[in-house]
C-alpha cells in the first residue's frame, strides 16, 4: 500500500465516505446471499416468501433500531427480548380485560419505555455498566414475566388488531410500512438533528461531549428509553401477528438484534453506525436463517449461527477499522 | 482510577461486612418467615444445591478481576452436562464421560480467550456469541431432546458421601482449596491480579498477557465441565436448557461478594459468601412457595443493589 507517513499528511480523498463504502459492502452481501438462495431454493423467489422475509427483517428491525442509538453511545441494551415479552404479556392482557387495542398499544409502548428508563436510570445515576445493568434487567423481566403469566397463554384479539402484524395493505404487509416510517424517522433522527448528532459524540468521547456541554445523562436516559419503547413496539407487532402471548416469546429476540446491530456496522466502541445499517444488517441476518429455513435446516442450528454471526461481524468490524485509521 | 499496585492479600475488614452482612439478613429473615428453614435437612440441601454454583463462581471470579466476563458459562455448563451424559450412555464410564465434558467446556474456555485476547473483542460481546453456539450445540447434538438412561456411576456421584459428607460438598471445598491456594499463593495468582490491575507490568516483565487470559477463560470453561458432571448427576439426565442462566447466579455471587468489576481487584471467599447468598435466597422464597420466576427476578435486584453499593464505595 502507500507509504504510512504520506498517508498521515494527506488523508486519501475518495469520492464516498467510507461509511458509504462500508453500506455498499453490505449490500453487495445482502444481494450475494440472495443470489445464492435463489440459485440453492426454488421458493426463495416466490412473493410469498420475500414479503415473509421483509416481515420477518421488520420484526428485527424494530428491536434493532433503538439498540442501535444504544450503542452509538458505547452501551448495550441486553435486556430488549425479556422487555418485549414483558410488554406483549401486559398489552395483552390489558387487551383482553378492556377489549380497547388502542389502549393496549398505548400500554405496551409505555411499558417498554418504562423499563428502557429504568435501564437508563441505572447507567447514568447509579454509574452500573450498561451491559451489566441490563443483564441484571433481563433476569428481573424474565423473572416478572413468567410469575405474572404463571404458565398461561393469552390467545385471540380482536381481529382489527392482529392486522397490525398480519394484515396486507396494497399486496406489501403492514409491518413493512412500519419499517419504512421509523428508518425515516430513526435516520433522521440520528442524522439531521442535534439531539442525534449528541448522541454520535457521546459515543465518540463521551468526556469531550460532557466538556462541550452536552448533557449526557439527560441524552443516555433518552436513548435507553427510546430502545425500551422500541422494543414495546415490537411486543404489539409480535402480539398482533402470532395472536398470543406467552412468557417465554422473547428469549431468541435478544441475539439476533445484537447481530443485526453489529452486522450493520455500528460499532461496539461508540461513535459509529447508522439506522439504515441495521436495517441491512437486520435484512442480511433474516435472509441467512430464512434460507436455512429453505433448504430444511433444523431450527435448532439458528443459535449457533447467529452467534457465530454475531462473533465474526465484531471481528470484522474491528478489522477494518483498524486498517483505515 | 485504577489501582496500579498488585495486590496479593485483600484487606479483609473492609469488605467483610458486606456480603457476611447480606448472608447473615437473609438467613435471618428465612427462619423467621419460612418454616423449616433452620433445620439440618434444609441447610445441607442449601449446600448440596450451591456446589455447581460455587464451581461457576470461582472461576468467574477470576475472569472478572480480568475486567473480563463470560456470559456463555451457563450455556456451556449445559452442553457439558449433554456431553457427559451421551458419551457416558455410549460407553457406560463415568470418567470417559468426565472426560467428554472437561474437553469440550475446555475447548470453548479457550475460544473465548482467544476471542477476547488475540482478537480483542469485548468480553461481554464475544462471549454472548460463544453463549449462542454453545446454545445452538446444545439443540443439535440432544436434537431438543432429554437424554435419559445415565449410568448408575454418574448418578451416584450427586448422592454419594464421603465420611459422612455428600461428595458434592466435599467437590466444592476442594475446588476452593485449588482456588484459593492459585490465586493467593502462586505467581500464577499474582499474574491474574495484574491482568485486571497493571497489565503493562506484566509486558514488562517479559510475560503474555494474552496467553494468560486464554488460561483464565480456559480455566472457566474446564470448571463448566466439571460442573456438567455434578450437573447430569444431580438431573440424572442431560437436557438442553438445564443450565442457561446459571452464568448470571454466577455473576451475582461474585458481585454480591464484593469483587469489583473495574479495578482488578477480587475476593474468592467473598464469593462463597456470595454463593451462599444467592443459595439462601433461592432457597428461602421456594419455602414460602414463591415460583422460581419470582426467585430469578430477586437474585436480578440484588446484583443491581450490590453493583450499585460497589460503585458508591469505589467513589467514596
Given amino acids: 500500500m502507500t507509504d504510512i507517513t504520506k498517508d498521515a499528511i494527506a488523508p486519501p480523498r475518495s469520492f464516498l465516505s467510507q461509511d458509504a463504502i462500508q453500506l455498499f459492502y453490505r449490500l453487495l452481501a445482502a444481494l450475494l446471499i440472495c443470489a445464492v438462495l435463489a440459485v440453492l431454493s426454488d421458493s426463495f423467489l416466490s412473493l410469498g416468501n420475500i414479503l415473509n422475509v421483509l416481515r420477518q427483517a421488520s420484526l428485527t428491525f424494530f428491536i434493532a433500531s433503538g439498540l442501535t442509538l444504544v450503542v452509538l453511545t458505547a452501551g448495550l441494551d441486553l435486556s430488549v427480548g425479556a422487555n418485549v415479552a414483558l410488554s406483549a404479556c401486559i398489552a395483552g392482557t390489558v387487551i383482553h380485560k378492556t377489549g380497547s387495542p388502542a389502549l393496549g398499544i398505548l400500554t405496551g409502548l409505555a411499558c417498554g419505555g418504562i423499563v428502557g428508563l429504568l435501564n437508563g436510570i441505572m447507567v447514568t445515576a447509579l454509574r452500573i455498566p450498561s451491559f451489566i445493568a441490563t443483564y441484571g434487567m433481563l433476569w428481573v423481566l424474565n423473572g416478572l414475566t413468567y410469575w405474572y403469566m404463571a404458565g398461561e397463554t393469552l390467545h385471540g384479539f380482536p381481529a382489527g388488531f392482529r392486522q397490525i402484524g398480519s394484515g396486507y395493505l396494497f399486496g406489501l404487509p403492514i409491518p413493512v410500512y412500519l419499517l419504512l416510517v421509523f428508518l425515516g424517522i430513526g435516520t433522521l433522527f440520528a442524522q439531521r438533528t442535534i439531539w442525534g448528532q449528541e448522541i454520535y459524540a457521546i459515543g465518540a468521547n463521551p468526556v469531550a461531549a460532557r466538556l462541550s456541554g452536552i448533557p449526557v445523562a439527560r441524552r443516555l436516559l433518552l436513548v435507553y428509553t427510546v430502545s425500551g419503547t422500541m422494543a414495546g413496539l415490537a411486543s404489539i407487532i409480535f402480539l398482533s401477528r402470532l395472536n398470543s402471548a406467552e412468557a417465554d416469546i422473547g428469549e431468541s429476540l435478544t441475539l439476533p438484534a445484537i447481530a443485526a446491530v453489529l452486522i450493520g456496522g455500528t460499532s461496539l466502541f461508540g461513535g459509529v453506525g447508522t439506522v439504515f445499517g441495521t436495517f441491512i444488517g437486520a435484512l442480511i441476518l433474516t435472509l441467512v436463517l430464512n434460507g436455512m429455513n429453505l433448504l430444511s435446516v433444523s431450527a435448532n442450528w439458528q443459535p449457533l449461527v447467529t452467534g457465530i454471526i454475531v462473533i465474526l461481524a465484531v471481528w470484522l468490524d474491528m478489522k477494518t477499522r483498524r486498517r483505515t485509521q | ?316
Fill in chain 2, 1 to 316: 482510577m485504577r489501582e496500579a499496585a498488585i495486590v496479593s492479600e485483600p484487606n479483609p475488614l473492609q469488605r467483610i461486612p458486606g456480603v457476611a452482612m447480606v448472608l447473615v439478613l437473609l438467613i435471618a429473615l428465612f427462619s423467621v418467615i419460612a418454616p423449616g428453614f433452620l433445620s439440618v435437612a434444609n441447610l445441607s440441601n442449601v449446600l448440596v444445591q450451591s456446589t455447581i454454583l460455587t464451581m461457576l463462581a470461582l472461576p468467574m471470579t477470576l475472569i472478572i478481576m480480568t475486567e473480563g466476563l463470560d456470559l456463555s458459562m451457563g450455556a456451556v455448563l449445559t452442553l457439558t452436562s449433554l456431553c457427559v451424559a451421551i458419551v457416558s450412555l455410549a460407553t457406560k464410564s463415568m470418567l470417559l464421560g468426565l472426560g467428554a465434558g472437561l474437553l469440550v467446556g475446555t475447548a470453548f474456555g479457550i475460544a473465548n480467550g482467544w476471542l477476547v485476547a488475540i482478537l480483542g473483542i469485548p468480553p461481554f460481546v464475544a462471549t454472548l456469541g460463544t453463549l449462542g453456539m454453545a446454545q445452538g450445540l446444545s439443540l443439535i447434538v440432544s436434537d431438543g431432546q432429554s437424554v435419559v438412561g445415565i449410568p448408575h456411576s454418574v448418578r451416584d456421584i450427586y448422592s454419594a458421601t464421603l465420611l459422612g459428607i455428600p461428595v458434592p460438598i466435599v467437590m466444592a471445598l476442594v475446588t476452593y482449596a485449588a482456588f484459593h491456594g492459585l490465586l493467593y499463593h502462586t505467581r500464577f495468582g499474582t499474574y491474574i491480579f495484574a491482568l485486571g490491575g497493571n497489565r503493562e507490568a506484566l509486558r514488562y516483565a517479559g510475560l503474555s498477557p494474552n496467553r494468560l487470559l486464554i488460561a483464565v477463560y480456559a480455566i472457566g470453561g474446564a470448571m463448566a465441565g466439571i460442573a456438567g458432571l455434578l450437573m447430569t448427576a444431580r438431573m440424572n439426565s442431560g437436557h438442553p436448557t438445564a443450565g442457561l442462566g446459571l452464568e448470571f447466579d454466577a455473576i451475582a455471587a461474585v458481585a454480591v461478594g464484593g469483587t469489583s468489576f473495574e479495578r482488578g481487584n477480587g475476593w474468592l471467599l467473598g464469593t462463597l459468601l456470595g454463593v451462599l447468598s444467592v443459595g439462601v435466597l433461592r432457597n428461602g422464597l421456594n419455602l414460602i412457595s414463591l415460583p422460581s420466576s419470582v426467585q430469578v427476578a430477586s437474585v436480578g435486584v440484588l446484583v443491581i443493589v450490590a453493583l450499585f453499593l460497589d460503585g458508591l464505595r469505589s467513589r467514596a
